[in-house]
């Protein structure tokens, strides 16, 4: 199966995919300049759907090249448990009673700060949200952060370019927000059990200067945006307009009671499956207590992970050698700019497989594969969720891959500084 032909093939829809990734405005520019084929040109601009659509050519590719069955046999051969977990995560976290929950905990918070209530909104937002994502995972703190900064960033009157860096510092946060356990960050789970990382050693190797990095870009991002942000009163109205049907204590209990129970089994998709089915019996029971779950949002996420499941698998051939053969600091630098690339996590589980490799190696393969996870959609991989959550906010309706990387460079190099500094 994995001959040279395939490699080459998966490696050349894999640069496709990338380039596909980069160009989604292009394609969402066209539905509106060519209605006729406008359905044909926003599916190939949604970039939820691109790796997906990459990764069933491979397996009609690798049909033809080697059998049908040899390619189901690879399809099948893939662990989907992270797809699926964030699709899961992402239904429960968005629910009304969840959401309204945390929304209410962060504006409480926000009144006591010794600052307008909008701007510690926004902060709290991009800074508490984050680390928290060591606790609840973070495909849900970033489903989370995303929703409650929706209606105060990402809408109509903000300067793209502020969104921008607001998504940036989203994306980075959180990347590095879960660091500080050992079980939440997907490129830190990939290498815990192997080297031995439990929580303690996350927190006192990682965790703090991740924080430390999380609150200046959270700062720095909400006093830019200050002038942008909608006045105490707007934000009291729209929470207002929103809470309009209370949610009893004992539905919003259960409801958090159910994700952490998705948390504590994220890697039994049997059990966590089960979980969530449970979920939607419970919704539909109090189902005045609900709003429309995000599952077209959540699948289309867990389409583009699984499809980054199925055409990553098929790159280590090339992407190991480069890990292996890089001295530490060479593999911080190489890490981060691979992450841009391919998720970190993939990354990260490649630096897993090398025999004997050093503590100080490994530190900065993690180190850069978390600092590198806001820089693209498929950097890492609560990003996609974010998108399909903000994407209304911009332009088209698009995230650009231009934009995000410059929104994400400042971030990035805070994270990086923390890692290597500190």
Aim: glycine letters at 10%; aromatic letters at 10%.
């Amino acid at each position: 199966m994995n001959t040279p032909l395939i490699q080459w093939i998966a490696a050349a829809l894999f640069g496709v995919a990338l380039l596909h990734t980069f160009s989604v405005k292009f394609f969402e520019r066209l539905s509106h300049r060519y209605p006729r084929h406008a359905g044909l040109f926003h599916l190939l601009g949604e970039v939820e759907v691109v790796f997906g659509f990459w990764a069933m050519v491979l397996i009609v590719a690798m049909a033809l090249a080697v059998g049908g069955p040899q390619a189901l046999q690879y399809a099948e051969s893939r662990n989907y448990t992270e797809p699926l977990f964030v699709f899961v995560v992402m239904v429960i976290a968005a629910s009304r009673p969840v959401l309204r929950t945390v929304v209410a905990i962060v504006h409480t918070l926000a009144k006591l700060a010794p600052v307008p209530t909008p701007l510690a909104t926004a902060w709290l937002g991009l800074a508490a949200v984050p680390l928290l994502g060591s606790l609840i995972t973070e495909p849900a703190a970033m489903t989370i952060a995303a929703l409650m900064l929706a209606p105060q960033i990402f809408r109509a009157g903000v300067p793209e370019r502020l969104k921008y860096l607001a998504l940036g510092v989203l994306f980075v946060n959180v990347s590095i927000g879960g660091t500080l356990t050992s079980y939440a960050a997907p490129p830190v789970l990939m290498v815990a059990a192997t080297w031995g990382w439990d929580s303690a050693f996350m927190l006192t190797t990682f965790g703090w200067k991740a924080a430390l990095a999380v609150l200046v870009n959270a700062t720095a991002c909400a006093l830019a945006l200050r002038r942008h942000l909608p006045s105490a009163e707007a934000l009291q109205a729209g929470q207002e307009a929103a809470d309009q049907r209370p949610v009893p204590a004992a539905v919003a209990a259960t409801h958090i009671a159910l994700l952490a129970g998705v948390v504590l089994f994220a890697h039994h998709p049997v059990v966590f499956l089960g979980i969530f089915l449970m979920f939607l019996g419970y919704t539909q029971a109090y189902a005045r207590h609900q709003s429309p779950l995000i599952l077209k949002e959540a699948l289309l996420v867990g389409f583009f992970l699984a499809g980054l499941v199925v055409l990553g698998g098929m790159q280590q051939w090339w992407l190991q050698p480069i890990v292996a053969g890089l001295e530490p600091l060479a593999l911080f630098a190489g890490a981060l700019g691979l992450t841009a690339i391919t998720d970190n996590a993939a990354l990260t589980y490649l630096g897993s497989l090398i025999e004997g490799i050093s503590p100080a190696a490994q530190y900065a393969l993690v180190a850069g594969a978390v600092a590198g996870g806001g820089l693209t959609v498929i950097a890492n991989a609560p990003n996609p969720a974010g998108v399909a959550l903000l994407k209304n906010g911009f332009a088209d309706q698009t995230i650009g891959a231009g934009g995000l990387l410059l929104g994400a460079l400042g971030p990035t190099a805070m994270a990086a500084a923390a890692f290597l500094v500190l």
